[in-house]
């Protein structure tokens, strides 16, 4: 299973982005998918995540500005960051938990893509 993220980039303060993170190889289903992110000297956290049923969840700095979705049609989760601010500028890694079977499942990470947003 791998993941690969796209969509990352420089933008001033105030614009947006749009993330793309396809999921590939052998899946029976995906389970949770999110965004999470670290900046410079921080720990990596959970930006947003969306279940298999479609229900988000966000952290306190990003709601309303960010919108976390799916589909599951093409093993795809997307993250639209408007209104984006300096301290939004961080390495953003997409995760998912990919059941290979009916009941193996494991947590999968993507290989990150900076966001870098200009004052």
């Known amino acids: 299973v791998q993941l690969q993220a796209f969509g990352g980039g420089l933008v001033q303060a105030g614009g947006s982005l749009r993330l793309s993170c396809v999921v590939s190889?052998?899946?029976?289903?995906?389970?949770?998918m999110a965004w999470y992110r670290q900046a410079p000297g921080k720990q990596r956290e959970l930006v947003a995540k969306?279940?298999?049923?479609?229900?988000?969840d966000y952290a306190d700095s990003v709601k309303a500005r960010f919108t976390i979705s799916r589909d599951n049609a093409k093993n795809t989760v997307y993250l639209q960051m408007n209104t984006l601010k300096p301290e939004d500028t961080a390495v953003y890694y997409c995760?998912?938990?990919?059941?290979?079977?009916?009941?193996?499942?494991?947590?999968?990470w993507g290989q990150g893509t900076l966001v870098t947003v200009s004052s």
């Open positions: 969306v279940n298999s049923g479609g229900r988000t």
């Open positions: 190889g052998r899946s029976f289903s995906i389970n949770d």
């Open positions: 995760n998912a938990v990919v059941y290979t079977t009916a009941i193996q499942r494991a947590s999968y």
